[in-house]
């Protein structure tokens, strides 16, 4: 019998559970297969250094020769060997440390026995024995081929996922300038100069471009915003400032670029202008004034009618106002200037009296 209502929801909801758990273990999978590779590789390129590190160093200490003679040559013991797995891993990196003490055994083999005819460590043991790594330009489980084949992954003009280990799906992620499930396709922007059936080059078009069909403004399909076809069916750019109504604020000035345009703030002597600096007002802020076409400070200690009123008040000009401070002695209290209190005069001592010493001549 059917379900339906509410177990009906239910099952639903459980299904969909299961579906996202499965997804979620996919992906953890694929990720785990290529940091498998991945501390592979770091495993094997760390022996290669450990190897050169120790290729001049000896049993040291005592008769060398007798030693060589009698505990066979540093070159090829297993003393070199212990030397050089104890310094493949961090001591922090639990994945790296792990995958050497679970295989290693499979080192002292390639030691001893298969480095002669497999002198590549890397291909012997990440790809071929343990199988974590394939060879370059194959991906997924059976190292199966890249998009556009092993040599030329993604047709030389992307990566392609997985490459190199047990995981990934093969799928190219583009370089910039291209696109497309093989990576022969132009993005915007983007013409093919050269292109084949295995071969792309992708090429920039002239800046006017939003699509074009080669490197000149004259070759755009469609020309990109801030830009506009002349007469010559070639790609200019739009001066927005030359419009009757400017894009930018009152207290701004616009300043044209190519495909765009700028608004940078007039100068602050400026109520509006048409470019940088006091010579380009098209009136001047208040407290200023227009001396020879250029905006200047307004001095208004000197206008005839004094702007400091009040008494006991003098007049200090700044850049487009000025200031009514009090004159020197006085304070300012409830907005009037008074005088400030003088300092008590100490009484001066009575002259004492005092004697006349007789000048007596010699």
């Not at 370059?136 to 890249?146: E, I, L, R, V, Y």
């Not at 070639?234 to 930018?248: F, H, I, Q, R």
Request: aromatic residues 8%.
């Amino acid at each position: 019998m059917l379900s339906t209502g509410p177990e009906l929801r239910l099952l639903r909801r459980l299904l969909s559970c299961v579906t996202l758990v499965l997804l979620f273990q996919a992906t953890d999978a694929k990720r785990d297969l290529k940091s498998a590779c991945t501390t592979c590789q770091k495993i094997t390129d760390n022996f290669n250094k450990g190897f050169d590190r120790t290729a001049k160093q000896n049993f040291g200490g005592g008769n060398t020769a007798w030693e060589e003679r009698k505990l066979s040559k540093y070159e090829t013991s297993e003393i070199r060997l212990v030397e050089i797995v104890e310094g493949l891993c961090d001591s922090s990196s639990f994945e790296c440390n792990h995958m050497v003490e679970e295989h290693e055994e499979h080192f002292e083999t390639w030691w001893f026995k298969r480095k002669t005819k497999h002198p590549d460590l890397h291909k012997w043991f990440c790809v071929e024995t343990i199988k974590v790594c394939c060879p370059k330009g194959t991906f997924g489980p059976d190292c199966n081929a890249c998009v556009g084949g092993s040599e030329r992954p993604c047709h030389g003009n992307g990566m392609c996922d997985g490459d190199g280990s047990r995981g990934g799906d093969g799928q190219c992620s583009c370089d910039h300038g291209y696109k497309g499930e093989f990576c022969l396709d132009c993005i915007d922007g983007y013409f093919n100069e050269v292109r084949n059936d295995t071969f792309s080059l992708c090429t920039e078009c002239h800046s006017s471009c939003k699509t074009c069909t080669g490197g000149t403004n004259q070759d755009c399909d469609e020309c990109k915003e801030g830009w506009e076809e002349d007469d010559q069916e070639a790609c200019v750019d739009v001066n927005e400032c030359s419009k009757d109504s400017s894009p930018c604020e009152e207290d701004q000035y616009c300043l044209n670029t190519e495909g765009s345009y700028s608004c940078k703030a007039c100068d602050k002597v400026c109520s509006g202008c048409t470019g940088a600096g006091p010579d380009n007002c098209q009136a001047c802020a208040s407290g200023y004034q227009l001396t020879e076409g250029t905006c200047t400070d307004i001095d208004e200690c000197f206008e005839q009618e004094s702007v400091c009123a009040k008494e006991h008040q003098e007049c200090v000009n700044t850049k487009g106002s000025y200031m009514c401070n009090c004159s020197s002695g006085y304070e300012e209290q409830d907005g009037e200037c008074v005088q400030m209190p003088q300092p008590e005069k100490e009484e001066e001592p009575e002259p004492s009296e005092t004697t006349t010493t007789p000048h007596t001549e010699f």
